[in-house]
């Protein structure tokens, strides 16, 4: 029972915590918007990227590292949290250290038209009850 509490509470925390993503510096993304929508992990990141907005391989292939690296270090970070080795401030923290070096990647690889596209469908795969405004 413990063990499903902790999950919980960790989905919970994590959603909270991606609630509050980085900006550009300078003011954020192209034309105000900021890095919105549902904060799924990775694991949804790539699955836009490849079948939503259709990126050439090339491309694929240039962000694979940085992918890779924010995956391990979010499985890493789930089982700190879960085998109590980190408290929820480490925890919060690291989870937005995580996706700002994530999002420094996007930012360097992909173009403005390329990461407003990345929000939009992100903003699609939110539930209709959880639809806030962008900026």
């Given at each position: 029972?413990?063990?499903i509490?902790?999950?919980?509470?960790?989905?919970?925390?994590?959603?909270?915590?991606?609630?509050?993503?980085?900006q550009?510096?300078?003011?954020?993304?192209?034309?105000?918007?900021?890095?919105?929508?549902?904060?799924?992990?990775?694991?949804?990141?790539?699955?836009?990227?490849?079948?939503?907005?259709?990126?050439?391989?090339?491309?694929?292939?240039?962000?694979?590292?940085?992918?890779?690296?924010?995956?391990?270090?979010?499985?890493?970070?789930?089982?700190?949290?879960?085998?109590?080795?980190m408290?929820?401030e480490?925890?919060?923290?690291?989870?937005?250290?995580?996706?700002?070096?994530?999002?420094?990647?996007?930012?360097?690889?992909?173009?403005?038209?390329?990461?407003?596209?990345?929000?939009?469908?992100?903003?699609?795969?939110?539930?209709?009850?959880?639809?806030?405004?962008?900026?």
């Open positions: 029972m413990w063990k509490i902790t999950i919980a509470a960790l989905a919970v925390l994590l959603g909270s915590v991606e609630a509050q993503p980085p550009r510096p300078g003011g954020g993304m192209p034309g105000g918007a900021r890095m919105g929508g549902p904060r799924m992990g990775v694991e949804s990141d790539w699955a836009l990227l490849s079948f939503e907005l259709d990126l050439p391989m090339e491309q694929l292939e240039k962000l694979r590292p940085a992918l890779k690296e924010a995956y391990q270090a979010q499985r890493a970070l789930f089982a700190n949290m879960t085998n109590r080795s408290d929820r480490g925890f919060m923290e690291r989870s937005v250290e995580i996706r700002a070096q994530l999002q420094a990647a996007y930012e360097e690889l992909l173009t403005d038209e390329q990461l407003e596209a990345l929000i939009a469908a992100r903003e699609q795969m939110r539930p209709q009850g959880d639809r806030r405004p962008s900026n």
